[in-house]
């Protein structure tokens, strides 16, 4: 519980607990739970995306199966796309501005790193159970980003204001991204 406390308070020391003592590379399922993190993670934005295409649109889910599928279809292509470009940022801009620490592993750590420290989209599953204002949602979005930026400082030993940098970047150009794609999917 201490450790859960530590880490919403972004405490450097927890990050560093969770990504070296906890969840080590040479643990025998990272590469398992890191596709179980991803896949989480895929479908915590997807559910994001639809909240606000519901307030958006203000309409109900479509009444047939096809147009559900489709509807959920696009959106599930939106979130890939817009993570693709945002994880390849994230990686690029890491490897080129982010100073490694001994004992680096490079991109899957990277990977871990942003999952682990995107926990706050936990509280999704809250909006599930209980109606909340679109607006929160924004509010978990700054959340995840101010964890990804600590979770960044840890794993690269780099400055906060790079890791700020890089996360910001990161999350306007998926943003960016996501927007531009679900335009192009609404005509």
């Not at 470009?85 to 990977?111: H, N, P, T």
Request: net charge positive; charged share 10%; proline share 2%.
């Amino acid at each position: 519980m201490i450790l859960i406390l530590d880490l919403i308070l972004h405490k450097p020391k927890a990050y560093r607990h969770v990504f070296y003592n906890l969840f080590s590379k040479e643990g025998a399922n990272f590469e398992s739970l890191l596709l179980k993190s991803f896949l989480a993670y895929l479908i915590l934005d997807v559910y994001k995306m639809w909240v606000f295409s519901m307030n958006e649109g203000g309409s109900s889910l479509p009444t047939g199966a096809k147009s559900l599928l489709l509807v959920f279809g696009k959106m599930f292509t939106g979130v890939i796309f817009g993570n693709l470009v945002f994880l390849w940022v994230v990686f690029y801009a890491s490897r080129k501005f982010l100073s490694a620490s001994a004992g680096f592993y490079g991109w899957k750590q990277i990977l871990f790193a942003v999952l682990v420290s995107s926990y706050f989209k936990i509280f999704l599953l809250a909006m599930m159970v209980w109606e909340f204002p679109s607006s929160v949602i924004v509010i978990i979005d700054i959340f995840v980003i101010s964890s990804n930026i600590v979770a960044l400082k840890v794993i690269t030993n780099s400055v906060m204001m790079r890791c700020l940098a890089v996360c910001v970047v990161a999350h306007g150009v998926k943003f960016l991204a996501s927007q531009n794609k679900a335009l192009l999917l609404q005509s």
